[in-house]
Nanobody, 123 residues
């Protein structure tokens, strides 16, 4: 399985971004894709997840109402739409895949990871 995350950048507070996670290498019908973020010196933090087949979603409380996870099965791509960006959203964002159909928030449950994309929010 290969995951390729992209779409990060430098954005002013209040702005928006869409991150993409392109997946390849397996049939993904029985999997879950999650987004995590990490600040240097801190643990990787769960942000959002979606099941590939049903499109069920889960969000961290800190991003509810501002982040939306979606998928395009025809493109094997999962998106993270981020609105109303805050400086505290600055982090490296990673997408990951778990070979289950459960909306897991523990990073240890995800066996495949993309390379990360940097999001920087200026105040």
């Amino acid at each position: 399985v290969q995951l390729q995350a992209s779409g990060g950048g430098l954005v002013q507070a209040g702005g928006s971004l869409t991150l993409s996670c392109a997946a390849s290498g397996l049939p993904f019908g029985r999997s879950t894709v999650g987004w995590f973020r990490q600040i240097p010196g801190k643990e990787r933090e769960f942000v959002a997840a979606t099941t590939w087949s049903e499109g069920a979603t889960s969000y961290a409380d800190s991003v509810k109402g501002r982040f939306t996870i979606s998928r395009d099965n025809s493109k094997n791509t999962v998106y993270l739409h981020i609105n109303s960006l805050k400086p505290e959203d600055t982090a490296v964002y990673y997408c990951a895949l778990s070979a289950t159909r459960r909306l897991l928030t523990n990073s240890g449950a995800y066996g495949a990871w993309g390379q990360g994309t940097q999001v920087t929010v200026s105040s």
